[in-house]
Structures are given as structure tokens and as C-alpha cells.
């Protein structure tokens, strides 16, 4: 079974960038479709990013196209979130996630904060 761990988060203002990374253990990431997914409070979970497993296709929530990439490095078992030009509505706790299928992403991480003030 695949451990996640993220890591990246923090406070920014609106406009500037971060990036997360994922770190997978315990399987090698090549067997699973990627994912980040994230929460704001009094929200529902939602995906806003997918890759597959070798990394030649990518799906992206309309709320974060253009602004947001993902990418993943099978040699390192990483998984990166690129995110630029963020907005106060990206303030949420942003998951990293993994499964057989990229929509039933069953495996989660913890999670890392993401705030960003206007």
C-alpha cells in the first residue's frame, strides 16, 4: 500500500506561486494515476488536478486551468503541483492522492495548508 506525504505549503500573497511536492513510500508510483485534490473550510473536497501514470496526460478543474500544473517524476517517486498567479479562493488544505483509477483516487496523504491573502 502507497504511503503520501506532502509537503510545500504556506502563506502567500495573491498573486505569487508554490509548489508542493508528494513523496510516495511503501510502492513504486508508476503503478498508480496521480492526483491533488483540496479543501476549504466548509467545503467539499475537490480534485483540481490529475496525472496519469507516465505522465503524458493531465486533467485540471476550470478553477485552476492555466494557473496550475502537474507533473511527476516515477524515478524519484515525487508528484509536483505548480502553482502561480494563486488567488485567496486557492486557501484550502491541498492533498495528494493516488489510485488504480485517476477518478478513484484512493489513497490519501495528510495534507498541506495553503493561504493565500489578499
Known amino acids: 500500500q502507497v504511503q503520501l506525504e506532502e509537503s510545500g505549503g504556506g502563506s502567500v500573497q495573491a498573486g505569487e506561486a508554490l509548489r508542493l511536492s508528494c513523496v510516495a513510500s511503501?510502492?513504486?508510483?508508476?503503478?498508480?494515476?496521480m492526483g491533488w485534490l483540496r479543501q476549504a473550510p466548509g467545503k467539499e473536497r475537490e480534485i483540481v488536478a490529475r496525472?496519469?501514470?507516465?505522465?503524458?496526460?493531465?486533467l485540471y478543474s476550470e478553477a485552476v486551468k492555466g494557473r496550475f500544473t502537474i507533473s511527476r517524476d516515477n524515478a524519484k517517486n515525487t508528484v509536483t503541483l505548480q502553482m502561480n498567479n494563486l488567488k485567496p479562493e486557492d486557501t484550502a488544505t491541498y492533498y495528494c492522492?493516488?489510485?488504480?483509477?485517476?477518478?478513484?483516487?484512493?489513497?490519501w496523504g495528510r495534507g498541506t495548508q495553503v493561504t493565500v491573502s489578499s
Open positions: 511503501g510502492a513504486t508510483l508508476r503503478s498508480y494515476n
Open positions: 496525472i496519469g501514470r507516465l505522465g503524458l496526460t493531465t
Open positions: 492522492a493516488a489510485g488504480e483509477s485517476a477518478f478513484n483516487l484512493t489513497y
